[in-house]
Every structure is written in C-alpha cells, then in structure tokens.
Nanobody, 123 residues
Framework: QVQLVESGGGLVQAGGSLRLSCAAS????????MGWFRQAPGKEREFVGA????????HHADSVKGRFTISRDNAKNTVYLEMNSLKPEDTAVYYC????????????????WGQGTQVTVSS
C-alpha cells in the first residue's frame, strides 16, 4: 500500500506559478513511477505528466509542455509539479498517482491515488 497526499494548490492569477507536492508513505517510494493528473469541472480526468522511478525519464502532456515540470526526490518520498505561466484553463483538481509500470500515461495504469488539491487560475 502507498498513501499519497497532495499539497500546494491554491488561487493564482493567470501568468503566475505554483508548485504542487505529493508526499508518499508506505511501501518503498522509489519502486513506483509517479504521475500527475487533473480534472476540471464537467471534464474527464486527464494526464499531465509522469516520471520514472529514478527520475531519469519524464513525459508531459502537450497542453502543459514547456510550462509544467514534474520532478521527484526519492530521499524525501515526494514528487513535485512545478507549474509556470498558468492559464485559466489549468483550473482543476490535481491528483498524484503511483504506478508499478515504467512511465505510465493512462489512468488505468496507476495503482494508488491521492485525494487531490485544487488549483484555480483567475483571468
């Protein structure tokens, strides 16, 4: 079992920045690839980014590429999502997730999920 707790969400103006954190507890954090997803009101949950177990490989969705960066610190059992140049369309609940696969991008490939943190970007 892995427990995931997101933090760092909030209200920010368009063009601003936020850094989300996801703290993991339970079984060895470094055994899992980690991902970030988001879900806006009335929309399906969508992939944002993923990072491999040792952090050497990452993948970001086209919608956030160049603005968001996923990273991890295995010593701190934490994964991060640095979000810059935020847009109103980035408003959503952001979830982190853990997977035993290498660099998963699909919801069904993740085994554990956090409760989410709200990000609201005002125009």
């Amino acid at each position: 079992q892995v427990q995931l707790v997101e933090s760092g969400g909030g209200l920010v103006q368009a063009g601003g920045s936020l850094r989300l954190s996801c703290a993991a507890s339970g079984r060895s954090f470094s055994h899992y690839a980690m991902g970030w997803f988001r879900q806006a009101p009335g929309k399906e949950r969508e992939f944002v980014g993923a990072i491999s177990r040792n952090g050497g490989n990452t993948h970001h969705a086209d919608s956030v590429k160049g603005r968001f960066t996923i990273s991890r610190d295995n010593a701190k059992n934490t994964v991060y999502l640095e979000m810059n140049s935020l847009k109103p369309e980035d408003t959503a609940v952001y979830y982190c997730a853990a997977s035993t696969r290498w660099l998963p991008r699909l919801i069904g490939e993740y085994d554990y999920w956090g409760q989410g943190t709200q990000v609201t970007v005002s125009s």
